[in-house]
């Protein structure tokens, strides 16, 4: 399984950008794929969440209101968009998806969330905004 980030840039603060992840090498039918940032000193944060056994979508308290996640349910559910709007300058990092392809078992069943130790990760898509 591979992944693709996209769409990544530089933009003054208020601006926007849309970030694609890519998924290829499989056909999945329960999956979670979740955006993530590496800012300053290292430290990667998780951004929002898509789970498509649901559609469920969860966001970092720092970015809710301003970004929504997405699949293209058109043409490649397995393609995930995070439109980034009302840009700050903390939002400066280094973005990547990932993607649970395992899930967790909790006893009744496996269920499909994003976190830290995700199974496949893309490499990187540079944000930059600038004061």
């Known amino acids: 399984v591979q992944l693709q980030a996209s769409g990544g840039g530089l933009v003054q603060t208020g601006g926007s950008l849309r970030l694609t992840c890519a998924v290829r090498?499989?056909?999945?039918?329960?999956?979670?794929i979740g955006w993530y940032r590496q800012v300053k000193g290292g430290r990667r944060e998780g951004i929002s969440c898509i789970r498509n056994t649901d559609g469920s979508t969860t966001y970092a308290d720092s970015v809710k209101g301003r970004f929504t996640i997405s699949r293209d349910t058109a043409k490649n559910p397995m393609t995930v968009f995070l439109q980034m709007n009302n840009l700050e300058p903390e939002d400066t990092g280094l973005y990547y998806c990932?993607?649970?392809?395992?899930?967790?078992?909790?006893?009744?069943?496996?269920?499909?969330?994003?976190?830290?130790?995700?199974?496949?990760w893309g490499k990187g898509t540079q944000v930059t905004v600038s004061s």
């Open positions: 090498g499989a056909t999945l039918e329960k999956y979670a």
């Open positions: 990932a993607i649970d392809t395992s899930g967790t078992f909790d006893g009744d069943g496996y269920y499909y969330t994003c976190s830290l130790d995700m199974d496949y």
